[in-house]
């Protein structure tokens, strides 16, 4: 994922304005951008700043440039998952809670397979370092960035320790904005108690090589989990 540099704030202040105008349909689909010398004026921009922020709105599926058109605001079919943590933020507030909703299904999905590809190679030891994870993340709880890059941690423990190279790299890929999506819809006072105790069954069960047992008891644990998280954002009990 292309993060943008932190030595750079004009870069992601010019980045952030016009990912925010396009997200939140100032600039529909299918609308050409304004000129580039209006766009560099209104951004309070230099010309070589605001066509790396364009490059990089159109790494991210954004826009693309077609000649004799100009900078074209491409379909929100066509946009990468980058983009989610700001639609959740400028989208459409009628359908912030339905995609929350989809991400966190579609994360169970992820996260359960994994245990299922993991389980018949796993080897005696192979989970001390997701176990280790787990045990940190619990002990940080309470400071919500620290849980959350130790539970990452733990996600990313799994297929490492049987080498499933595609798994863990596909993860990586999704790490900056899982951790910005989670920093948005989270919070310390949503962590489950039932965290360590789940994990530790989880392992248990991976290690006795029981992928169906695995898969269960990490889906139960995340359905719950995801019914709290959904409950506290619809200002629910």
Same mark, same amino acid.
């Given at each position: ?25 100032? /600039? ?58 700001? /639609? ?6 009628? $359908? ?12 169970? !999905? ?57 798994? !863990? ?8 904005? /899982? ?32 992928? $169906? ?7 139960? /644990? ?10 506290? !954002?619809?200002?629910?009990?």
């Amino acid at each position: 994922m292309a993060a943008l540099p932190a030595q750079s704030p004009s870069l992601a202040n010019a980045f952030d304005r016009l990912l925010e105008d396009i997200v939140s349909g100032r /600039y529909p689909s299918g609308t050409r951008l304004p000129a580039e010398r209006d766009l560099s004026r209104t951004l309070g921009a230099s010309r070589p700043t605001l066509r790396e922020a364009l490059r990089r709105l159109g790494e991210w599926g954004l826009i693309e440039a077609r000649r004799g058109s100009g900078v074209i605001v491409r379909d929100i079919r066509e946009w990468s998952f980058d983009v989610l943590p700001t /639609y959740l933020r400028v989208g459409p507030p009628t $359908e912030i809670l339905p995609v929350v909703s989809d991400l966190l299904a579609v994360r169970r !999905l992820i996260l359960v397979d994994i245990l299922r590809l993991v389980a018949p190679r796993i080897v005696p030891g192979a989970l001390a370092t997701a176990r280790d994870a787990a045990a940190r993340a619990w002990a940080g709880r309470g400071e919500l960035g620290t849980f959350l890059k130790e539970d990452f941690e733990l996600v990313r423990a799994l297929p490492l320790a049987v080498k499933l190279f595609p798994a !863990l790299w596909m993860l990586n890929g999704l790490a900056r904005v /899982y951790l910005d999506l989670a920093r948005t819809i989270q919070g310390p006072a949503l962590v489950p108690e039932a965290y360590l105790e789940t994990y530790d069954a989880v392992f248990a069960a991976l290690e006795a090589r029981d992928g $169906e047992r695995a898969c269960a008891i990490l889906a139960v /644990y995340l359905e719950e989990h995801d019914r709290r998280l959904l409950a506290a !954002l619809e200002g629910r009990p």
